[in-house]
């Protein structure tokens, strides 16, 4: 079956310390995300993927870097975690067809204090 | 750029009514809208896509018309149901060979005995 899987699902964090999340998907997908879900936004995409040992920015980069060192292995790691990168992450895979929707992990809560 | 737009935050409604979401886009090319829903706590789950073919799409009751002439893919259903209360969020992929998706800010849906 198809799965998407995040570790840790929730995490509080340290300002200023650092902060990896990390990703596994067994589907196959070329395609990997990193969305960021706050109320009122949505879901913003950070980075993304298409192939191992190669990121994208997403529309929101900023204070986030992304490692893909393999297809299943997607990290998005915050170098300086601050206050407003207060969050829940979803990481994401989808095939390489445009009408093909991405499926989704079950999320990380992340709480910088 | 590329957008979609969920004009509601919040929609509430009484059991057995019909249910009416909004979504709007803007796209250069033309791009597949995808609809999502999110339970509490979960992961989002795709509810239904658009078709290449102008078919329309159906899944739990739910169904959705892409209207290209006024970049809309509302999604209906006749009847709410208690289970329904979530967060929707309305997608669409760039038809480009870029697989990237772009989320509206999501609609809450309430409903109410």
């Known amino acids: 079956e198809a799965a998407v899987t995040q570790s840790p699902r929730s995490k509080v964090a340290v300002t200023g310390g650092k902060v990896t999340l990390s990703c596994h998907q067994t589907?196959?997908?070329?395609?990997m995300y990193w969305y960021r879900q706050d109320t009122g936004h949505g879901l913003r995409l950070i980075h993304y993927s298409y192939v191992a040992d190669s990121t994208e920015k997403g529309d929101i980069p900023d204070g986030y870097k992304a490692s893909r060192p393999s297809q299943e292995n997607f990290s998005l790691i915050l170098e300086l975690a601050s206050l407003s990168q207060t969050a829940v992450y979803f990481c994401a895979s989808s095939e390489t067809y445009n009408n093909q929707a991405p499926l989704f992990g079950e999320g990380t809560r992340l709480s910088v204090l | 750029g590329d957008s979609v737009t969920q004009t509601e935050g919040l929609v509430t409604l009484t059991e057995g009514l019909p249910v009416m979401l909004n979504c709007t886009y803007q796209?250069?090319?033309?791009?597949?809208l995808f609809w999502y829903v999110q339970h509490l706590n979960e992961a989002p789950k795709l509810l239904l896509k658009s078709f290449t073919d102008n078919k329309r799409p159906e899944h739990q009751g739910f169904h959705a018309t892409l209207h290209k002439s006024s970049s809309s893919f509302h999604l209906q259903k006749s009847s709410a149901q208690l289970s329904d209360s979530a967060l929707y969020y309305c997608a669409l992929s760039l038809n480009t060979g870029n697989y990237k998706y772009v989320f509206g800010a999501g609609t809450r849906l309430k409903v109410i005995a």
């Open positions: 796209s250069t090319y033309s791009p597949f």
């Open positions: 589907n196959n997908h070329d395609y």
